[in-house]
Each structure stands twice: as structure tokens, then as C-alpha cells.
């Protein structure tokens, strides 16, 4: 079945809309904050449909990541107790933020950067560093530099990749849709 080719063409085309700016900065916030979908996920078809434009928006999904780590943060400083942690329990991710708790005693501020740059869901850590009390800047600067990193590093290998890339993306998209929905239930299932 080819439905991330469709998906694909179908992103391909969206990201050339004039709004397309907007909702990648709407979508990176709130991934930030809450939102299970990453950006790359936009923001390397945006980089396909205008390579001339792929600092800039780099710059755009960096900026608002961190803005919506910061809102992240406040929640997780103010809210946690009434809001946060009743969520935390109800969808069963007290494992989960436990784990990320413990990475804070042992790792401090460089876990924000990690959590920042790589898939580690950096919504999680936003929120546990503003439950913790973190310093803001020291945490503002990781997440800056962690975020900035990865987006900038996306950003740019699409760009270099350019056309190639876009030929071999859309060879093997299938396969690797398909890959990650294998790998999403498979890591459903050894986490429950």
C-alpha cells in the first residue's frame, strides 16, 4: 500500500503554501509543549518545496521551539501539581517522567540539550525542568543551542541533499513509513 506517497506528495504541495510559514511555527510550539509530531516533519518538505528559504525557516522552527519550551517550562513551574501531574498519571507516562527526573539528578542541564537535539520527546523535559526549578537561562541556552542544532542540521542536509534527495526520499517513503509505524508498535509494545 502506498499511502505515505500520497501523504508525501500531498506535504510536498503544502509546503509551498503562503501559510505554510505559519503552521510550521504553530506546529513546532505546541510539539513543544504537547503535540506528539515532530516539525522535521514539515519543516524538511518546506526545505524540498523552497531550498532558498531553508535558513530561514530553520530559524523560524528554532524560535518557536523554544518559545513553546518556555511555555513547557512555566507549566511544569506553576501548573505541575493541579494540572501536569493528574495528566501525567492519566495517560500512564509516570514511568516514563520518572525516568526523565532521574536523568535530571544525573545529567542537569545537558539533559535539556540532548532531550533539545535528538527524538527524545523534549516536551517531557521542558516540563521537568520547570517542576525541578532549573535555572531559566542555563535551561534557555540548551534548549536554544539543542533545538537549534537539530533543525538547523535537518535544514541543511535537505538543502544540500536538494533534488537527489527528493528522488530517493520518494523512492523509499513507503518502506519507511511503513518502518516507523513497525517501529512505533514495537516500542508500544515492549514499554507496556
Known sequence: MKIFSALYDWTLRWAEHKLAPKMLALLTFAESVFFPIPPDVLLAPMVLAKPDRAWYLATLTTVASVIGGVVGFALGYYMFEPWIQPLITEFGYQARFDKAMAWFSEWGVWVVFLAGFSPIPYKL???SAGFLQMAFLPFLLASAIGRGMRFFLVAGLIHWGGAAMEEK??????VLGWLLVGLIILAYLLTR
Open 125 to 127: 523535559f521542558t516540563v
Open 169 to 174: 526520499l520518494r523512492k523509499w517513503v513507503d
